[in-house]
């Protein structure tokens, strides 16, 4: 069985030279596996690091105009050559035995979606066994950060939808379809990445309020396809958090209030400083989920 790893890049080039770095250090044979890589538009000299290196194994570079990760990903998997497609994320480390568990544990559970863990951390460089967090528990069928599927499924199920073209739920949705097929779960905790996660900074804030942005528009279009009571849960576009929604923002006197606390923080962001900047971000996700669902009536 081989393996094909397949990550998509968009400006990250000192972190993806990480990424790529522990892919090519790895327990099982280089002849098992090949690392696909799509660069999506990257304008940081992302090209030229990565023609520079000197891959153990076989790696494939291909470059595409700024698209979005469906479109990236569907580019990697038509290039990839393996039985097994792993997908991960430019800002995730592999442990040195990460692949050998995805494929050791296809061998055994054939027409499965192999999850493995996700460690957030701020130390991607620590390769021991880290013990459980709460911000490492997710129930998705699906999360792109670290699981692996049979190419096969893949094209089975249609590959992912080229709808989602900004950040979100583009792999929850390929996940429903896969599990409409007939494949199970298997959460393999050996197999591990290191998820980079940096405490929020203040110069943080706006780009994490566009990606809210860009969620709560992929989020109506997830709803628009699949519009079942997993999805809106999933989404949060369901009666009780749009009730609370409501009555925070009522009189916009509370995001006021955050946004103030907010922009007079420097650099990393503590306590009620951090509190204010998640609840900006949630209100914006609500916010601009009210006003697409508005838009399309």
Request: charged share 25%; net charge positive.
């Amino acid at each position: 069985m081989k393996l094909s790893v397949q990550m998509c890049t968009f400006n990250r080039k000192g972190m993806l030279l990480k990424a790529l770095d522990a892919l090519f250090h790895q327990t099982l044979p280089v002849d098992d596996y090949e690392v696909v890589l799509i660069d999506d538009g990257s304008s940081d000299g992302t090209r030229a690091a990565v023609e520079a290196l000197q891959p153990p194994c076989k790696f494939t570079y291909a470059y595409q105009d700024n698209s979005g990760l469906a479109k990236g990903r569907n580019h990697g998997i038509r290039k990839a050559s393996g039985d097994v497609i792993l997908f991960m994320d430019d800002d995730t480390v592999a442990h040195p035995d990460l692949l050998k568990e995805h494929v050791e544990w296809h061998e055994k559970y054939p027409r499965h979606v192999i999850r493995g863990w996700v460690n957030h951390t701020e130390d991607v460089t620590q390769q021991t066994r880290p013990k459980f967090t709460m911000a490492d528990i997710s129930t998705s069928f699906f999360w792109t950060s670290n699981v692996s599927v049979s190419r096969q499924a893949l094209l089975d199920a249609g590959l992912f939808d080229e709808a989602f073209k900004e950040y979100g739920w583009e792999d929850l949705e390929l996940g429903m379809r896969l599990k409409a097929l007939g494949l199970r779960k298997k959460n393999n905790n050996r197999a591990i990445v290191y998820h980079l996660k940096p405490h929020w900074k203040s110069q943080d804030v706006p780009r994490m309020v566009r990606q809210a942005q860009a969620k709560a528009r992929t989020a109506v279009i997830f709803l628009k396809k699949h519009p079942r009571w997993r999805v809106k849960l999933a989404t949060g576009i369901d009666p009780l958090r749009f009730g609370l929604h409501s009555l925070l923002t009522a009189g916009g006197w509370f995001e006021d209030a955050c946004r103030r606390m907010v922009e007079k923080s420097e650099g990393e962001l503590t306590g009620m400083q951090l509190m204010a900047a998640q609840q900006l971000v949630s209100c914006t996700y609500f916010s601009t989920v009210k006003q697409v669902l508005k838009s399309a009536q």
